[in-house]
């Protein structure tokens, strides 16, 4: 086992997850073998190309990652991980964060074409495929975005791809109905932590009343603008929101979720020229975050 390989007991948690070989047509490559090569270039980030000989043909390695990000594979073996630990009593409902990163865009991210992407015998366009690609100019040049939601064990829930330049606040809501953990013994799935913290970029009247109806308690600083503003119209302007300090401390713990994420160098820089393949990239970060005790 080469390191940063799935361990013994990774591969527990993980095996009566991966879909089953087909019926027809070649027999698959084995899948310890070939997810140990996806996740190695997702931890180091070198070219699909330069993947040692150990992983086998390089080509099987990429292709099965990028069908997998094409089909909804990698969200489904994500679903299924975050399911297991929430029947062992181990995802932190107490508290969810909401944050974004930015994930600067290689060069060899650009230039993807026009045409849209399909998947042969699949969906004729891959799940969460963008026109825009993902990529957008900021500052930083051309940069992605992750908008994510964590739990309070520093492992995400649900996150969103954007291009570089997208506001924070707009993407709350899109995230927050993202968080979904099936229960196999029956009941809906959960979609609603306990509380949610987020910083100052994340308020607004919008974003509150969607958490107010939805019985969410929040902790979100008001910046000094919208108070003022609230105050200027007197009783129009509505309560003062309630903010505790205290419990706002723990917002630290989507900050880590972030750095732990990043840890995987394809995940901190952009090689991916297709946003559903990025996301799938994301999405095998998150799934070993998952795996580890």
Not at 79 to 89: I, K, N, P, R, S
Not at 117 to 136: A, C, F, M, Q, Y
Not at 181 to 205: E, F, I
């Amino acid at each position: 086992m080469g390191r940063g390989d799935l361990t013994n007991a990774e591969w527990v948690r993980l095996e009566p997850h991966l879909p089953m070989p087909g019926q027809r047509g070649g027999r698959w490559n084995d899948h310890r073998r070939v997810i140990n090569g996806i996740l190695f270039r997702v931890r180091t980030g070198i070219p699909w190309r330069d993947l040692p000989e150990r992983f086998g043909s390089w080509k099987t390695v990429y292709e099965r990652h990028r069908r997998w990000s094409a089909d909804g594979t990698w969200d489904r073996i994500l679903t299924a991980v975050q399911t297991d630990a929430d029947l062992a009593g181990r995802i932190d409902w107490s508290m969810v964060g909401v944050d974004s990163t930015s994930c600067r865009a290689h060069q060899h991210a650009a230039g993807a074409r026009k045409k849209k992407p399909h998947v042969p015998k699949k969906r004729s366009t891959p799940r969460n495929h963008r026109p825009d690609e993902g990529l957008g100019r900021s500052r930083g040049g051309l940069t992605s975005k992750i908008h994510l939601a964590g739990e309070g064990g520093c492992r995400p829930m649900a996150f969103l791809l954007t291009p570089g330049q997208f506001g924070d606040a707009p993407q709350m809501i899109e995230i927050l109905s993202r968080v979904r953990v099936p229960r196999p013994h029956g009941g809906h799935p959960r979609t609603r932590p306990d509380r949610l913290s987020c910083d100052k970029a994340y308020s607004s009247r919008r974003n509150r009343s969607y958490l107010r109806r939805r019985q969410i308690k929040h902790t979100i600083p008001e910046p000094e603008d919208q108070r003022a503003h609230r105050k200027r119209r007197g009783n129009k302007g509505g309560r003062p929101t309630g903010f505790d300090s205290t419990i706002y401390k723990r917002r630290n713990e989507i900050e880590r979720t972030i750095n732990r994420l990043k840890n995987s160098r394809a995940v901190a820089t952009r090689y991916d020229k297709r946003a559903y393949v990025f996301h799938g990239t994301v999405t095998t970060a998150a799934i070993r975050l998952w795996l580890r005790q």
